[in-house]
């Protein structure tokens, strides 16, 4: 199967986790984090769930799965721990093309979380396509050292970026700058605080 990559924005969005256990309660926080519009439907929730409900981060429906509560959201996450019931949501959300992901189950996902790398703006997902979590979480781990120096001066690179693109010179001329950027020797000179902006760099490059 080939899978179209993809970030999506869920800022006031709404989105449903089926499920009040330990992992309807870690989708929940993925979510919130999006700053999606989250709603919880579950008979009864685990302890963080229901301290994050007396905030009222969520909106909760105390109650057993119905079909109508997928009207509407935008996407839904089955966390519940009974197989026979996700498939079911997995059916009705399909039949509502809704984007639904079953924990543990790949064949009934229309998408999948991959594992995350965040730091300071900077994003890296991997994603074994639900075969193999295990597996994204070593690559994780054995990714995290180089990706943290990236992310370290991601602010300043961006905004070097940004300073080349809204400065003089013809548009070839900027990509190229922008390109430079990458180089291992302007990371380090970055880093060593050699070079703080646009004219920094084009001495350094000696193309003055």
Not at 1 to 25: Q, W
Not at 62 to 85: C, P, R
Not at 108 to 114: D, L, M, N, Q, T
Request: proline share 4%; charged share 25%; glycine share 6%.
């Amino acid at each position: 199967m080939r899978l179209y990559p993809i970030f999506i924005k869920l800022e006031n969005l709404p989105c449903c986790v089926i499920g009040g256990g330990a992992v309807a309660l870690r989708k929940v926080r993925s979510l919130l984090k999006s700053n999606a519009l989250v709603t919880v439907v579950s008979p009864a929730l685990c302890l963080g769930l229901k301290r994050m409900e007396k905030k009222k981060l969520f909106q909760y429906k105390e109650n057993k799965y119905k079909k109508t509560f997928l009207k509407e959201q935008m996407l839904v996450i089955a966390a519940t721990n009974d197989e026979w019931v996700n498939k079911i949501i997995s059916a009705d959300a399909n039949d509502l093309r809704i984007l639904v992901n079953v924990v543990d189950s790949p064949l009934e996902c229309s998408f999948y979380v991959p594992s995350l790398l965040s730091r300071k703006g900077l994003s890296m997902a991997i994603s074994t396509q639900g075969k193999f979590p295990g597996m994204s979480k070593r690559i994780k781990e054995d990714c995290s050292p180089i990706f943290k120096k990236y992310a370290k001066y991601f602010k300043k690179l961006t905004g070097l970026r940004k300073d080349i693109y809204s400065g003089q010179g013809t548009y070839k001329h900027k990509v190229m700058l922008a390109k430079r950027l990458m180089r291992p020797d302007i990371l380090e000179m970055i880093e060593n605080k050699k070079i703080c902006n646009v004219d920094g760099l084009k001495a350094y490059l000696k193309l003055y």
